[in-house]
């Protein structure tokens, strides 16, 4: 598989990085462990859906404690407008307590300990480390996927192949942030039906449009 040169991708993300300096991610939170359970809510749901749900819950629970306490019953209230809300009610709940018991109620930073949580893969360790914590990392979810393998960024078969790809290829000072980047690019212009080749901002970058042609 071959992905563009390096002159290609730095001009890529140096356009993205002019329209958009300080990307970000779209779910609302205020500390790690808010971003944790936002990650873990918005599998399968969107950001939009999850933030309505959040804002109640974490105004009565912002800490494992606080939630945990909920109980089941109790989450459940807040977060069932959200798909899969019974089981993400019980990893959720289940994570709350081992921070307890084995982080002293922190979210820690390694991606071992994240990935042994209840409800977080791969993908949800690399936004918490990336976003809440600030490693560059990059947490491959379908937009990131399209993205990669459309413009020739990173080709792969599975999200880990784009990311191992992603993580070698993307020059150094735009790491940080290309996960932000990439997501929202596909989210709201490389759409998965009909992209919206012309008000692309690397169009004639992209292999996409050459294949179209």
């Not at 993300?13 to 918005?42: C, D, G, M, Q």
């Not at 020739?152 to 996960?179: C, I, M, S, Y």
Request: aromatic share 8%.
């Amino acid at each position: 598989m071959q992905t563009l040169n390096k002159d290609k991708r730095t001009k890529i993300y140096s356009r993205l990085r002019a329209h958009n300096p300080k990307p970000t991610t779209e779910l609302e939170y205020k500390s790690p462990f808010e971003l944790l359970i936002a990650v873990i809510l918005s599998a399968q749901a969107t950001d939009v859906g999850v933030n309505k749900a959040t804002k109640r819950l974490f105004a009565v629970a912002d800490s494992p404690q606080a939630m945990y306490e909920l109980g089941l019953a109790g989450l459940k209230s807040y977060i069932k407008t959200i798909g899969l809300y019974n089981s993400k009610a019980n990893n959720i709940l289940k994570t709350c307590r081992i921070l307890i018991d084995q982080h002293d109620g922190e979210v820690p930073r390694s991606r071992v300990a994240l990935e042994a949580l209840p409800g977080v893969g791969r993908k949800t360790a690399n936004v918490v480390l990336n976003t809440a914590f600030g490693e560059p990392t990059i947490a491959v979810d379908t937009h990131i996927f399209r993205v990669a393998n459309r413009t020739g960024l990173a080709k792969g078969k599975n999200p880990l192949e784009v990311e191992t790809r992603l993580t070698k290829f993307t020059p150094a000072e735009f790491l940080q942030d290309a996960h932000h980047w990439l997501i929202l690019h596909g989210r709201y212009v490389c759409k998965a039906r009909k992209p919206d080749c012309d008000n692309c901002l690397i169009y004639d970058l992209c292999e996409y449009n050459k294949k179209e042609a």
